[in-house]
């Protein structure tokens, strides 16, 4: 099991009000599982994202991953464990405007320190159809474009799990379509993919829907 997710609680505080995102969720995800989580704005989607992927501690309960506990580790032990394995695609891109598409995606090495990652790199330009775009800045892409490059940013360490948070949220249906697919490769080359969005094009490629409800996640009923 790539992760495995155990009781976890997650909750805000607001004035006068303890308000749980997240209530006893568990489950697992594993090799050439692909997964959606849906639900509405505001309902913890993101929050539960950034719990799995080791950017938010939960409350209570545990994340495991590779069967080590995340949240357990030391916070340089649990950067690398992320920096590794973990693969984060988002809506916004989050790509440097002063860098070109390669120095971009060779970000991803800079924690690891890897070496013959200028190959790897170009292998995923090619891959994503980026050749001629290698040396451009990130303002002078597509958006369809810019979501490639992020994507092949967090393929480069070779992760074995990607989380999308609306990675589609700003692509039109064409470049939805592509993005999905190269999803649906990963989880099928043993790699596991858990996906937040609104786009109804998940249907069509995760194999479980998720539905994110008052703070519960349960299997999606259309």
């Known amino acids: 099991m790539i992760l ?6 997650k909750s805000f505080n607001k004035p006068g009000e303890d308000l749980k995102i997240i209530r006893d ?26 719990i799995l992927g080791g950017l938010l501690s939960p409350d209570s309960g545990k994340i495991m991953f590779n069967e080590e506990d995340l949240y357990s580790m030391a916070p340089v032990q649990r950067a690398l464990a992320m920096n590794s394995g ?43 159809g980026l050749l001629q775009r290698a040396n451009h800045l990130p303002s002078e892409l597509s958006v ?3 979501q490639r490059t992020a994507f092949a940013r967090a393929l480069l360490n070779n992760p074995v799990m990607i989380l999308a948070d609306e990675p589609t949220g700003n692509l039109d249906s064409e470049n939805s379509e592509l993005i999905f697919n190269h ?40």
């Open 4 to 9: 495995r997710t155990e009781n976890i609680i």
């Open 86 to 128: 973990i693969g984060f695609v988002f809506q916004q891109f989050h790509l440097l405007p002063f860098l070109t598409v390669k120095e971009n995606i060779l970000t991803a090495a800079i924690p690891s320190k890897r070496s013959g990652v200028g190959a790897k790199a170009m292998a995923l330009i090619e891959k994503f």
């Open 144 to 146: 369809g474009e810019r």
């Open 183 to 222: 999803f649906a490769e990963f989880a099928k080359n043993g790699g596991a993919v858990a996906v937040v969005t609104h786009d109804e094009k998940a249907a069509k490629f995760a194999k479980t829907r998720y539905k994110l409800s008052d703070g519960k996640l349960e299997n999606f009923m259309a």
């Open 25 to 50: 969720v568990s489950f697992g995800l594993d090799n050439g599982d692909f997964i959606s989580i849906e639900g509405k704005s505001g309902s913890g989607k993101s929050t539960l994202l950034m």
